[in-house]
């Protein structure tokens, strides 16, 4: 059984999971208006990847005799300068949620909670993918200066996402490159 103040902050962080799908949905209509298929497709598949996490802990908590309790989803913002400084944006808020895992890995342990540490280990890693992921889109971005030919080019790389599937045995399986 997990504690009431695991379970809460728990909770907390599923907010912010919540959020991550809210805000990749927003830059997804911003990078459709620019013209950016490839990036709003990349959006849209980062966006339901985030529902995925989601999944993964209100199923934890229920494995636990707690209970998933949702609270209100934030105002994403709706406008950026430019395709780097949506990434820019991305990789800051992936830190932010890097650095909400390792909060809750740190309570766990002040809780004695293996259990629960087990399951974040998923996590933790996760992170690393996902910071790194962002890192190379931007970082090449950097490359082509943000614009033209090489815009476009990664544009299309990144419409060849592939979206994450589920399997009933080894649950959700993200496909995150
Ligand atoms: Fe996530
Ligand atoms: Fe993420």
Same mark, same amino acid.
């Given at each position: 059984?997990?504690?009431?103040?695991?379970?809460n902050?728990?909770?907390?962080?599923?907010?912010?999971?919540?959020?991550?799908?809210?805000?990749?949905l927003?830059?997804?209509?911003?990078a459709?208006?620019?013209?950016?298929r490839? *990036?709003?497709?990349w959006?849209?598949?980062?966006?339901? @990847? $985030?529902?995925?996490? /989601?999944?993964?802990?209100? !199923?934890? &908590?229920?494995?636990?005799?707690?209970?998933?309790?949702?609270?209100?989803?934030?105002?994403?913002?709706?406008?950026?300068?430019?395709?780097?400084?949506?990434?820019?944006?991305?990789?800051?808020?992936?830190?932010?949620?890097?650095?909400?895992?390792?909060?809750?890995?740190s309570?766990?342990?002040?809780?004695?909670?293996?259990?629960?540490?087990? *399951?974040?280990?998923?996590?933790?890693?996760?992170?690393? @993918? $996902?910071?790194?992921? /962002?890192?190379?889109?931007l !970082?090449? &971005?950097?490359?082509?200066?943000?614009?033209?030919?090489?815009?476009?080019?990664?544009?299309?790389?990144?419409?060849?996402?592939?979206?994450?599937?589920?399997?009933?045995?080894?649950?959700?399986?993200?496909n995150?490159?």
């Open positions: 059984m997990i504690t009431q103040d695991l379970e902050k728990f909770n907390q962080h599923i907010n912010k999971e919540i959020y991550s799908s809210y805000l990749y927003s830059m997804a209509a911003w459709d208006h620019q013209g950016l490839g *990036f709003s497709h959006m849209r598949v980062q966006a339901m @990847e $985030e529902l995925t996490h /989601v999944s993964r802990f209100f !199923d934890f &908590l229920t494995d636990r005799d707690g209970r998933a309790r949702l609270s209100a989803i934030a105002e994403p913002p709706h406008d950026w300068d430019s395709a780097t400084a949506l990434m820019e944006d991305t990789y800051q808020h992936e830190l932010e949620v890097s650095k909400g895992i390792n909060e809750l890995v309570l766990c342990r002040e809780h004695s909670d293996h259990a629960a540490g087990a *399951f974040l280990d998923w996590f933790v890693k996760e992170q690393v @993918e $996902e910071e790194a992921n /962002v890192k190379d889109i !970082d090449r &971005l950097r490359i082509v200066k943000g614009e033209g030919q090489g815009l476009l080019m990664i544009d299309q790389e990144l419409g060849a996402r592939a979206l994450p599937s589920y399997d009933p045995t080894l649950g959700w399986i993200g995150t490159r």
